[in-house]
Each structure stands twice: as structure tokens, then as C-alpha cells.
């Protein structure tokens, strides 16, 4: 069996449920699903919790790379050009963290998650904002940072405890 | 009317730029045509933006204008994108190298209705009730933990179903014409059924 093959299906499949819980969140497709979905902590949360075990799930060199590539190609398609910059440059900073500190273990989910959400939740602000013709000051620009590495960090602690119940439970690999 | 995804990209990140880089009101109005089909979602926008005119207008700030302009292009370009592009022509400009995004495209609606079973049934179970950010923080888990069991699952089988190799791409060949090992291992066979005939002494 092929070990590239299944990082790319790995990493399409976990961008995919990222980007259905996102989508479901902000659009809200049923009244019920809108209620708890229009919710601004878990439209921030849910999506990051399903990347962050999804680094974990494929554990291998290019993992986050390609689920920055595979995120920012769907968001292409969607025309959401300001994500697609955003997911591609979150993916790459999250593969060099990947680098120094791997892919399981505590260290490592808190780490790589802390910096998928520090750069992409500052980024998609700067960017957005840049595509309405306007730049964000710095100063709101560290406070999102900080309150994004915070969160990102407090999502890799859920996200290593949710993998690593999967990993004794023996449905992850 | 599905449009190629390579000429649709193209033509989506000409009206990103202009909508961007310009102030003028035509990148915001050439996209309301392609909306034509979806009356709802028309008459928000045009109350959003005669509102937003409005009110900006009387607190003389006509200036900020422009940014309503912005976002609602925005907001009908991702609108436009789920209509037009024709996501499976991905494959005709990427190849095989496609294959794993438009497997992705075909299990968005799957996901989808994972998400909202998984919500139904959390709020069915009363898990939701009287949901604060202290509490949600402890029910993410509680939540994701069903979707994500099935994300797994369906990444796994899907590895699988994308390895199986199938040769020949399942057309029916008879070969007609054998080749030596073929007609060797047949007159193995032969020799074995007419050395048991032979008497035995």
C-alpha cells in the first residue's frame, strides 16, 4: 500500500469534515443545527479540534502541509480567495513546527495546533481586512494573535486527548 | 449552466482584484444576475445594502460605503462559486493528483448531515440546554467525538476502496490467444489426468 496515497486521502478527508462543520456553522443549514452552530466560540473551536486530531490521525512528514494544500484548494473553489492564502501559509508554518516537535504526544498537539490557529486566525483577519482595502493596526493584530496561540493551545490539549482515546480504543492507527 | 473550475477560478479572482483594488460599484452589480434563481437571498442583500446606504448617509460617513460594497461581493462571489463551478472538471487540469479533492467535494454533503445528527442528537439528549461558553468548552469534546470517530472511519475505508487496484477497469477479456507458461501449465495438467488413467502393476 501506498504511504502518499494515504496522507493525501487522509489529509482530504479530514479538511473536508473541517470545512462541513465550518460551513455548517456560518451558513446554518437547520434551525437546530444554527442554534448552537451561530455560536462564535464553537465556529472557532469545532473546525480547529477536527485539523488538530487530523495531524495526528495521518502522523507522517507532510501531513499538515497537505491539509493546508487541500483546505486552501477547496476554499479556492468556493472563490474564498482570502482563506486560500491564509490556509497555505498556516499549513507550511505548521509543517515547520511539525519539523522540531512531531506529530503526537501533548507537546506537540498543543504546539502544532497553537500555531495552525495563531497564524491562521491573524492571518485570515489581515488578509480579509486587506481584501476590503483596509490594514488592521497592529495592536488589535497581537491581541487576535495571542487570544488565537491561546485558544490553538487549549484545542491541542482536547485534540491530543481525543486521539490518544482513539489510539487505545484502537480505531486510529 | 456548469462552468470548468479552471475559467471559473480565473474569472473569480478577476472580480476578487476588482473588488479590491477599485471602489466602483460594477463588480457588486455584475453579480447579482447569477443570483437571479435565489429571490431570498437577493431582497436580504438589497435591504442590507440600501440600509447600510442609508444609515452611513445620515451619519454623514458616505465614505465607508465602499466596504459594504466589498463584502457583499465577497459574500456573492462564494454564493456564485456553489452554483457555477463544476467541480469535477478539478480532474481535467489536475489529473490524478485531483483525485483526492473531488473525493473530498463528494463527501462535503455526508459530513454535513454527520454534523447536524450528531447536534440533533446532543440536543435530544438535553446536553445543550442552557449552553454557556464555560460549559461548551466542556461538551466539545463530548460533541466532536462521534464526528470525528466517523471521519476516521470513512478516511480508513476510503484508503482502502482507493488502493484496490482494478485491473482492466472491470471490462469482460477473454484471452483467446495463450501463452507458453498458460499452454504449459494446461498440459501439466493433461499429464497428470492421463499418467492416474495408466494401470497400475
Redesign the interface.
Known amino acids: 500500500m501506498n504511504e502518499a496515497t494515504r496522507l493525501w486521502v487522509f489529509a482530504a478527508i479530514f479538511s473536508i469534515a473541517s470545512y462541513a462543520v465550518s460551513a455548517g456553522l456560518s451558513l446554518g443549514t437547520a434551525a437546530y443545527a444554527a442554534s448552537i452552530f451561530l455560536d462564535p466560540v464553537v465556529n472557532l473551536t469545532l473546525p480547529l479540534l477536527i485539523l488538530s486530531v487530523g495531524f495526528q490521525a495521518i502522523n507522517k512528514r507532510g501531513g499538515a502541509l497537505a491539509i493546508g494544500i487541500i483546505t486552501a484548494a477547496l476554499f479556492a473553489l468556493s472563490f474564498m480567495f482570502f482563506l486560500t492564502i491564509t490556509e497555505l501559509i498556516a499549513g507550511a508554518l505548521t509543517e515547520v513546527s511539525a519539523y522540531f516537535v512531531g506529530y503526537r504526544g501533548l507537546k506537540a498537539s498543543t504546539i502544532n495546533t497553537a500555531v495552525f490557529g495563531l497564524s491562521e486566525g491573524a492571518l485570515s483577519v489581515e488578509i480579509g481586512a486587506l481584501f476590503l482595502h483596509y490594514a488592521v493596526p497592529a495592536l488589535p493584530l497581537v491581541a487576535f494573535a495571542v487570544a488565537f496561540a491561546a485558544l490553538g493551545a487549549f484545542i491541542g490539549y482536547l485534540g491530543e486527548s481525543i486521539s490518544s482515546y482513539l489510539v487505545r480504543s484502537g480505531i486510529m492507527k | 449552466m456548469k462552468i470548468n ?1 479552471l475559467f471559473g ?1 480565473a474569472s ?2 478577476l ?2 482584484i476588482s ?3 477599485t ?1 466602483s460599484p460594477f463588480p457588486l452589480i455584475m453579480t447579482f444576475p447569477f443570483l437571479s434563481g435565489r429571490k431570498r437571498v437577493l431582497v436580504a442583500e438589497l435591504l442590507v445594502i440600501a440600509s447600510s446606504f442609508f444609515l452611513l448617509r445620515a451619519m454623514d460617513r458616505s465614505s465607508l460605503f ?2 459594504t460594497e ?2 457583499m461581493t ?1 459574500v456573492n ?2 454564493l ?3 452554483i457555477v ?1 463544476d ?1 469535477a472538471s ?1 480532474l481535467g487540469f489536475l489529473g490524478r493528483r485531483g483525485i ?2 473531488v ?3 463528494d ?2 454533503p455526508y ?2 448531515s454527520v ?2 445528527d450528531v ?2 442528537y446532543a ?1 435530544a439528549r438535553e446536553l ?1 440546554s442552557g ?1 454557556g ?1 464555560r460549559k ?2 466542556s461538551l ?2 463530548s ?3 462521534p ?3 466517523e ?6 475505508n ?2 482502502v476502496a ?2 484496490v487496484k482494478l485491473y482492466g477497469h472491470g471490462t469482460r477479456q477473454v484471452v483467446i490467444r495463450p501463452s507458453l507458461a498458460d499452454l504449459s501449465f494446461l498440459a501439466y495438467g493433461v499429464l497428470a489426468l492421463c499418467l492416474s488413467f495408466i494401470p497400475r502393476f
Do not use: W
Not at chain 2, 151 to 156: I, K, P, S, T
Open positions: 473550475a477560478l473569480g479572482v472580480f476578487a473588488a479590491a483594488m471602489s465602499v466596504f466589498r463584502t465577497y462571489l462564494y456564485i462559486a456553489s463551478i467541480k478539478v483526492p479533492l473525493l473530498a467535494l463527501y462535503f459530513f454535513l454534523a447536524s447536534v440533533f440536543r445543550t449552553l461558553p461548551l468548552f466539545l469534546p460533541l466532536a467525538l464526528f470525528i470517530v471521519v476516521v472511519r470513512v478516511a480508513e476510503l484508503y482507493y488502493t
